[in-house]
């Protein structure tokens, strides 16, 4: 049972490049978090997908942007890089909300370090 | 709004002996979970231990309890006969039982010294 891949694991861009980052959550999951850590720091909540939509969003610009795909997959876009944006993506998937198997837990991948010069 | 506070960046125990991470928190939910996760140098986060607000037992977990104190909001790790492998960062986390979305602490840098 493959647990959350995420894709690529290491990039680099310069200021104003974009990028996108790629996940698959665990089988049998359909609710897709994206967290950024920075060196250093706690993970901070970015956006929550479920059922293709964004459901919450934490205090990012709108430079941060995400997509769900049928298969609940999902992508996260950051436009005009900045060099604050350089840290750690996690990617954390959880089961469907309602069934026994959700405890709240998330399960994560190992992340894309993303580096911006 | 969950806000979480760890207020020690670092620490560091002797092999087997017990050492106690704290946390603390503060939500305006009735209805939450309590979390530590583990981030070993590979980065892959991992659960080490859950709590129910709603349950006043404390959770355990093999080598790990934590000491949960509702009305002070305190939610501390204890980890017994500390092994090499326990070596790691861990985040206090919280949540809403409503949704999905996890608030972490900034961190416990833990050091295991053989």
């Known amino acids: 049972d493959a647990g959350v891949t995420q894709s690529p694991t290491h990039l680099i861009k310069t200021r104003g490049q974009q990028v996108t980052l790629r996940c698959s959550p665990k089988?049998?999951?359909?609710?897709v978090s994206w967290y950024q850590q920075a060196l250093g720091q706690g993970p901070q909540f970015i956006f929550q997908?479920?059922?293709?939509?964004?459901?919450q969003r934490g205090n990012f610009p709108d430079r941060f942007s995400g997509h769900q795909f049928p298969n609940y997959s999902s992508e996260l876009n950051v436009n005009a890089l900045l060099l604050g944006d350089s840290a750690l993506y996690l990617c954390?998937?959880?089961?469907?909300?309602?069934?026994?198997?959700?405890?709240?837990?998330?399960?994560f991948g190992e992340g894309s370090r993303l580096t911006v010069l | 709004a969950q806000t979480v506070t760890q207020s020690q960046p670092e620490m560091s125990v002797q092999e087997a002996e017990t050492v106690t991470l704290s946390c603390t928190y503060d939500t305006s939910e009735s209805d939450y979970y309590l979390f530590w996760y583990k981030q070993p140098p590979s980065r892959q986060m991992i659960l080490v231990i859950r709590?129910?607000?709603?349950?006043?037992q404390n959770a355990t977990e093999n080598r790990f309890s934590v000491n949960f104190q509702k009305a002070a909001k305190s939610f501390s790790l204890k980890i017994s006969d500390s092994q090499l492998g326990d070596a790691a960062m861990y985040f206090c986390?919280?949540?809403?039982?409503?949704?999905?979305?996890?608030?972490f602490g900034k961190g416990t840098r833990l050091h295991i010294l053989p």
């Open positions: 986390a919280c949540s809403s039982l409503r949704d999905d979305k996890i608030i």
């Open positions: 954390a998937s959880s089961p469907p909300p309602g069934l026994a198997s959700n405890t709240g837990e998330l399960f």
């Open positions: 709590q129910e607000a709603y349950k006043q």
């Open positions: 089988s049998g999951h359909d609710t």
């Open positions: 997908y479920y059922e293709e939509e964004e459901r």
